[in-house]
C-alpha cells in the first residue's frame, strides 16, 4: 500500500497531486528568487525521499514567480557564519536531495524561466528533463561571489557541458541563454510559451509509462554510467532481465504483436 504524503507540512514547498500520478512541485520563495536555504533543501530530501513510495509517477518541478531558483540563499549563508565543518554538512544535505531526485527512480521534469543560477544551476540539473523558456538564464558565479559549488556543479554540470565550459562560466561568470543553452545540453527543450505548461505534458505523457520502467531509466541509467563499462554491461542486463519480463508489460506487448500499438513515426 503507498504511502501518503502530507501537503500541509511542507512550507518552502507548494505541493499539488493531479489524478494521473503527476505532481507539482514548486519552489515557494519568489521574493527571494526561490533562492536555496536550509528549510528548502530539507523538504526536497522529504519529498523526493518519499515520493517512490507514495505513487508519485512523474513530477514536475518549477518555481514561483519570475525566477526557477537564484541558487544559495546568500543572506541565510552569510547571517549563519557557518564553520567549514557545518557548512560541509549544509553542502552534503545538498547532495542528498540532489541524489534522491536523480536516483529515486520518478522522474522529475524541470521547468524553467528566469534564473537558473548557481544552486539553481546544481537543482535543475538532478532532474532528467529541463525545459526552458525564453527568459530562462544559465550562470555559476561562484568565483566573483568568493564561493565554490557545493550541490554537485563539478559533477552534473561538468557532465552537461564539459570541464572546460563549466570552469569558464565559474571564473567569469558566462551566462548562457536561448538556443545556445539547449545545444550545450543545459536543457532539452526550449519554448516560445510556458515551460509549465510543457513541463507538464512531457510529465503526463511519461507518466503513463509503467513505474518499473521509470524507475529503471530514471535510477539504472545513472548508477550504470558511475561503472566500469563492464560492470555497466553487466548492470544493464540484470535490469533489462527484471523490467523487460514484467507482468504488467504483457498487454503492451501484445498490442505490438497484433499491430493495434501507435508506431514509432518521424515527426510531421
Not at 497531486?17 to 512541485?25: A, N, S
Not at 561562484?142 to 570552469?167: N, P, S
Not at 511519461?206 to 554491461?233: E, K, R, W, Y
Request: proline share 3%; net charge negative; charged share 20%.
Amino acid at each position: 500500500m503507498a504511502i501518503q504524503i502530507d501537503i500541509s507540512r511542507y512550507t518552502n514547498l507548494a505541493l499539488q497531486e493531479h489524478d494521473d500520478g503527476v505532481w507539482i512541485v514548486t519552489l515557494n520563495r519568489p521574493s527571494k528568487r526561490n533562492a536555496l536555504d536550509i528549510h528548502t533543501i530539507d523538504e526536497l530530501v522529504d519529498f523526493f525521499s518519499l515520493a517512490p513510495r507514495a505513487g508519485v509517477r512523474a513530477v514536475v518541478l518549477a518555481g514561483a514567480g519570475d525566477h526557477f531558483c537564484a541558487g544559495l540563499d546568500l543572506i541565510e549563508h552569510h547571517d549563519q557564519d557557518r564553520s567549514p565543518a557545518d557548512f560541509m554538512h549544509v553542502c552534503l544535505r545538498w547532495h542528498e536531495a540532489f541524489n534522491k531526485m536523480e536516483y529515486g527512480g520518478v522522474p522529475v521534469i524541470a521547468a524553467l524561466q528566469g534564473a537558473v543560477v548557481g544552486g539553481g544551476l546544481e537543482l535543475a540539473s538532478s532532474a532528467h528533463i529541463r525545459v526552458m523558456d525564453n527568459t530562462a538564464y544559465f550562470a555559476l558565479p561562484e568565483g566573483q561571489r568568493g564561493l565554490f559549488t557545493g550541490g554537485g556543479a563539478t559533477i552534473r554540470v561538468t557532465d552537461l557541458v564539459g570541464k572546460l565550459r563549466m570552469i569558464d562560466m565559474m571564473l567569469t561568470g558566462r551566462v548562457y541563454q536561448g538556443q545556445e543553452a539547449v545545444d550545450l545540453g543545459l536543457a532539452q527543450y526550449i519554448v516560445e510559451g510556458s515551460s509549465f505548461d510543457a513541463a507538464l505534458e512531457l510529465a503526463r505523457k511519461t507518466a503513463q509509462n509503467l513505474p518499473l520502467s521509470n524507475f529503471a531509466i530514471c535510477s539504472a541509467v545513472s548508477h550504470i554510467q558511475n561503472m566500469s563499462a563492464m560492470d555497466g554491461a553487466y548492470a544493464e542486463a540484470v535490469v533489462a532481465g527484471v523490467v523487460n519480463t514484467q507482468p504488467d508489460a504483457r498487454s503492451r506487448l501484445a498490442a505490438f504483436a497484433d499491430k493495434s500499438a501507435a508506431r514509432v513515426r518521424p515527426n510531421s
